[in-house]
T-cell receptor
Framework: AQKVTQAQTEISVVEKEDVTLDCVYE???????LFWYKQPPSGELVFLIR??????QNEISGRYSWNFQKSTSSFNFTITASQVVDSAVYFC????????????FGKGTMLLVSP | DVKVTQSSRYLVKRTGEKVFLECVQD?????MFWYRQDPGLGLRLIYF???????EKGDIPEGYSVSREKKERFSLILESASTNQTSMYLC??????????????FGEGSWLTVV
């Protein structure tokens, strides 16, 4: 069985602060894929990044960066110099490699960035 | 650009009514999914389909059925709506499930209230 844990239910920061959202996963698959999605108040889930289990290189995209640590089964997401527009619920998700696999989501972390 | 469209953003239905939630994707994706999202529970998979007329139960199929008569359209049906089905419903699609790395793209969501 697959499981994704986002221990932080809600985080509040002030604009320009850096913030890290934690994600820990469990899977028996040797090949798997990890995702982060952003859900703004409008409701749509916006895809941010996909990472496969063979690629442990960290990735940076503008103010966003992701730290994949296979040894600790973690895929953490950092926003540098946060902005009010970053306020949203962020979901970490896992997709295995067995059969017609689907996404297993964490319960999400609500990020509130205040001016 | 990727587009998953859910026909109704907000619905209010009465207990016992039959409810149809429609979803259309324009990316020629084989896989389509229905999730529901509830506070504190995250996203949970109801049903998915990997081809026309094919369907598979997800984690919480009870009280729901689906229909996939055309590749681009995936309908979620509540045969007899109940108040515990008040929720946000998210439709999604992706490329063939044999490549689990393919990203799942989501629609904007349908907020259903059953009174």
């Amino acid at each position: 069985a697959q499981k994704v844990t986002q221990a932080q239910t809600e985080i509040s920061v002030v604009e320009k602060e850096d913030v890290t959202l934690d994600c820990v996963y469990e899977t028996r698959d040797t090949t798997y894929y990890l995702f982060w999605y952003k859900q703004p108040p409008s409701g749509e889930l916006v895809f941010l990044i996909r990472r496969n289990s063979f690629d442990e290189q960290n990735e940076i995209s503008g103010r966003y960066s992701w730290n994949f640590q296979k040894s600790t089964s973690s895929f953490n997401f950092t926003i540098t110099a946060s902005q009010v527009v970053d306020s949203a619920v962020y979901f970490c998700a896992l997709r295995g490699n067995s059969g017609y696999s689907t996404l297993t989501f964490g319960k999400g972390t609500m990020l509130l960035v205040s001016p | 650009d990727v587009k998953v469209t859910q026909s109704s953003r907000y619905l209010v239905k009465r207990t016992g009514e039959k409810v149809f939630l429609e979803c259309v994707q324009d990316m020629d994706h084989e896989n389509m999914f229905w999730y529901r999202q509830d506070p504190g529970l995250g996203l949970r998979l109801i049903y998915f389909s990997y081809d026309v007329k094919m369907k598979e139960k997800g984690d919480i199929p009870e009280g729901y059925s689906v229909s996939r008569e055309k590749k681009e359209r995936f309908s979620l049906i509540l045969e007899s709506a109940s108040t515990n089905q008040t929720s946000m419903y998210l439709c999604a699609s992706s490329l063939p499930g044999t490549d689990s790395g393919n990203t799942i793209y989501f629609g904007e969501g349908s907020w259903l209230t059953v009174v």
